[in-house]
């Protein structure tokens, strides 16, 4: 079969498994490497039943059977030879700095000047994992949500020294993949997804701390409230709607705002009563087990597939 070109994928875990289903599903060809053989035979045996399993319920995204998708997938014991001739490499390791930053000196080593260099990193800077590699200019984060199949966003975020072409065509690869893709101008701790999160976290904290609302409550908030709206909107996008525009939305909240959050105080140290408080309702919901666990998340990623279908269906469901 004819494919788009090949892309690398350095570790099977979870995420590595993640990307190699979305760029085989849009016609790349994928070269699967992990230190450890048997995680490369497991990611492809999970892959196998992942793709049966979205056939039958009617999730395999692209035009491709499930049968093609999986033959455009191969495992690879050799670093050089998964690699080699890649147009992108997505490395997919452990979050640890110094692992990383040996990946990607074998990686400088093996690229050529059209290669794509690409770590999944969720927190490390760009600029601790590939400065002094000699295709620093090739080189991007491109960090993607879990599960990538059904939560489609991806932060890219340069190295100061990234060509603009770099982020340009990591862009147009994934909206070619069916991600969405954000570019970040330069690069920021926490990049920009965890800033978010970790305000919304330290907010709910101090609520339940300050004695305000209960941890089930907290969730409930974002659940069935703000997080339906952010399904479709962004805040940006609040503001304007629910006022007449951006400019009225300022003049009429915009005091009220800036009262609020002069009262929102430090950040919380995250421990103490508040944590055995939030701990003990977090796991009456759902225990601490590795089975219970297991079982919740299957729960939300089958809704979170639920809800790909059905955002990618709206459009033609509802008119206007
Ligand atoms: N899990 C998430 O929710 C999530 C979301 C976004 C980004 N990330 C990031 O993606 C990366 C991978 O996370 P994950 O959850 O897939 O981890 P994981 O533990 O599931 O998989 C890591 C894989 O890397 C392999 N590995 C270890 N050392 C290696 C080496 N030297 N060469 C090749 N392979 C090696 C391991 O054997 C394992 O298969 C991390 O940087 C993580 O922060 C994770």
Redesign the pocket.
Known sequence: MDTKGKVGI?????????WAMLFAASGYEVCL????PE??SG?LDNIKMQLRDLKKSGLLRGSLTADEQFGLISGCSE?NAACQGALHVQ??????LE??R??FSQLDAVADDNMVLS??????LPSKIFSGLKHVKQCIVA??????YYVPLVELIPHPETEQSIMDRTRALMKEIGQSPVSLKKEVDGFVLNRIQFAIIAESWRLIQDGVLSPEDVDTVMSEGLGRRYTFIGPLEVMQLNSEGMRSAVDRYGESIQRVLSTFGPVPDFGGQTLADINVAMCSRTPATPEALAERRRWRDARLAALATLKSEMDRLISG
């Open positions: 350095i570790g099977s875990g979870l995420i590595g498994r993640g490497y992990d230190i450890l995680q490369v990611a670093f490395e997919c390791v452990p979050e640890n692992l990383k040996k990946i770590s999944s990193t969720s927190c490390i960090h993607p949500m879990n599960p990538p």
